[in-house]
């Protein structure tokens, strides 16, 4: 079945440090792809997302580019700050568009000043 | 618009007592879903609903998981005869449906469950 493996965490940056969170998935198909986030005490929220290979979803200075070849969907950001401390969860949406989302594990962020 | 709400936002309840949970998603959303998070974890599909009809249910979802959407609106996740396995935080999410498109989710803050 679908499936998501993210790289296992915690992470921890400094500020202004960059980014990467590696995301690989299997799946039948031509699945769309999301990376959510989850700030402490909050639900999840749609970072970005990539609909087809070689689409790059971008916001808040975050991107991910879908790679086909490699089935992955890697997260980067140039400069963490502070505020970019949150659990991030790489998602996979089946091309159907009829079943949920396939979630990896997370990956814990801290950014320290 | 005011986002997907779910009441309660924390439950503890002793083994073998019924629970049940609400969430109100997003108005004019007809996709709405149930997953579950556990420690470390990524969210787990439990189940769905477009209106008010359940299309897919997970094999997480044992026959003590009872889930409606009575008028398409909100719904509500019943968990009888609770277990210590079952504590998660228990998340909704809605999503509007185009014909063709694929929409992402909107989700709720969760409601977490404490069996002791």
């Known amino acids: 079945g679908d499936s998501v493996t993210q790289m296992e965490g915690p992470v921890t940056l400094s500020e202004e440090a960059f980014l990467t969170i590696n995301c690989t998935y299997t799946?039948?198909?031509?699945?769309?792809l999301f990376w959510y986030v989850q700030y402490p005490g909050e639900g999840l929220q749609l970072l970005l997302k990539?609909?087809?290979?070689?689409d790059k979803g971008s916001n808040k200075g975050f991107e991910a580019t879908y790679r086909k070849e490699t089935t992955s969907f890697h997260l980067e950001k140039g400069s963490v700050q502070v505020s970019d401390s949150a659990v991030y969860f790489c998602?996979?949406?089946?091309?159907?568009?009829?079943?949920?989302?396939?979630f990896g594990k997370g990956t814990r962020l801290s950014v320290i000043a | 618009d005011t986002g997907v709400s779910q009441d309660p936002r924390h439950k503890i309840t002793k083994r073998g007592q019924n629970v049940t949970f609400r969430c109100d998603p997003i108005?004019?959303?007809?996709?709405l879903y149930w997953y579950r998070q556990t420690l470390g974890q990524g969210p787990e599909f439990l189940t769905y609903?477009?209106?008010?009809?359940?299309?897919?249910k997970s094999r997480l979802l044992s026959d003590r998981f009872s889930a409606e959407r009575p008028k398409g609106s909100f719904s509500t996740l019943e968990i009888q005869r609770t277990e210590q396995g079952d504590s998660a935080m228990y998340l909704c999410?809605?999503?509007?449906?185009?014909?063709?498109?694929?929409?992402?989710?909107?989700f709720g803050p969760g409601t977490r469950l404490t069996v002791l």
């Open positions: 799946a039948t198909g031509y699945p769309s």
């Open positions: 108005s004019e959303h007809n996709r």
């Open positions: 609903f477009q209106n008010e009809a359940q299309l897919e």
């Open positions: 999410a809605s999503s509007p449906l185009p014909p063709g498109q694929f929409n992402e989710q909107f």
């Open positions: 998602a996979l949406g089946p091309y159907s568009g009829n079943t949920p989302l396939v």
């Open positions: 990539a609909t087809k290979a070689d």
